[in-house]
Nanobody, 123 residues
């Protein structure tokens, strides 16, 4: 059974920083294909960042490029999202996702999910 537990969310003023963590456990997930998504009220879930092949490559949504950094510590089975220069439009519930073992997809249907951590950015 796979468990993904996010932490590090909170309230911050615009321009501030937060670091989200996602502690992963279990064996049936692909630690070489992990993502951060976010969902704001009334909006669709949006992929924010992905990391592949043990940090060999990364993906960022245009809206966060240059401000967010995804990383992982494979020894600790932990995924991170460093968020700098936060904007009010970054306010959302942030979710960690890990692809099913043996695959690699950003399609939400083919990923394990955490419960999310709330990030609120005030102007």
């Amino acid at each position: 059974q796979v468990q993904l537990v996010e932490s590090g969310g909170g309230s911050v003023q615009a321009g501030g920083s937060l670091t989200l963590s996602c502690a992963a456990s279990g064996n049936t997930y692909n630690r070489n294909c992990m993502h951060w998504f976010r969902q704001a009220p009334g909006m669709e879930r949006e992929r924010v960042a992905s990391i592949y092949g043990g940090s060999a490559s990364t993906y960022y949504a245009d809206s966060v490029k240059g401000r967010f950094t995804i990383s992982q510590d494979t020894a600790k089975n932990t995924l991170y999202l460093q968020m700098n220069s936060l904007k009010p439009e970054d306010t959302a519930m942030y979710y960690c996702a890990a692809a099913f073992y043996g695959g690699c997809s950003s399609n939400p249907r083919y990923n394990h999910w955490g419960q999310g951590t709330q990030v609120t950015v005030s102007s």
